[in-house]
């Protein structure tokens, strides 16, 4: 298929749309928000840091299948869990009409016709890594004071299949979201402010 000047250029506003569109599990959580684009960019970081760790894993395909695993939803939108029951959403369609628009469409067909199998070792761990993002997420509610959270972080916890996305989910159900910039509650500098490099 012949692809016009603007095909590049169009794809690129098409992603952009995953910016604006918001993500549905918060709706029956009853806080938070997050947009697809932002799911997506913490699931591609989880993808990476769980296919470094096993050197049979192929880590680019695991980044590409965290990167688009949802952008069928710039065209279908992301309906929650009892929409899904009785919305029929032709993802697939969504997927084809895009993909026929680009140079490197049959690329992106591709693997995401791999991660939809979910046979490979990749494919498990991308999907994988999409759970966990949720399952960050959920934490980030109830740390907040959210107690509706500790309901979905047990269903999470159960979609998960691979060893490592176990042992991590139990990482994180441990640590509080807020760690990793405040473990230091009793460094002098949260009340002066004062660097130790600082003179009285």
């Known amino acids: 298929m012949k692809h016009s000047k603007q095909s590049l250029a169009n794809f690129l506003f098409e992603v952009g749309i995953l910016s604006k569109t ?46 688009f695993h949802d952008i069928s939803e710039a065209r279908t939108s992301d309906p929650n869990y009892v929409h899904q029951k009785y919305l029929k959403m032709d993802e697939q369609k969504a997927i084809a009409d895009l993909v026929q628009t680009i ?9 995401l016709q791999e991660y939809k199998e979910r046979k490979s070792k990749e494919s498990i761990l991308a999907k994988d890594a999409d759970n966990l993002e949720w399952l960050l997420s959920v934490k980030e509610q109830l740390d907040r004071g959210n107690t509706r959270a500790e309901k979905w972080l047990h269903i999470t916890q159960k979609r998960l299949r691979t060893p490592r996305a176990k ?26 402010r004062k660097k130790k490099t600082e003179k009285e």
């Open 22 to 67: 918001p993500r549905s599990g918060f709706h029956f959580l009853g806080s938070g928000k997050q947009s697809v684009a932002e799911h997506t960019n913490r699931t591609v970081f989880i993808g990476y840091m769980l296919a470094m760790v096993d050197k049979d894993i192929d880590v680019t395909k695991v980044m590409k299948m965290c990167l």
């Open 103 to 111: 140079p490197f469409g049959d690329d992106i067909a591709a693997i």
């Open 167 to 192: 042992k991590l989910a139990k990482s994180i159900l441990k640590t509080d979201s807020d760690e990793w910039w405040f473990s230091d509650k009793e460094d002098e500098w949260w009340v002066s």
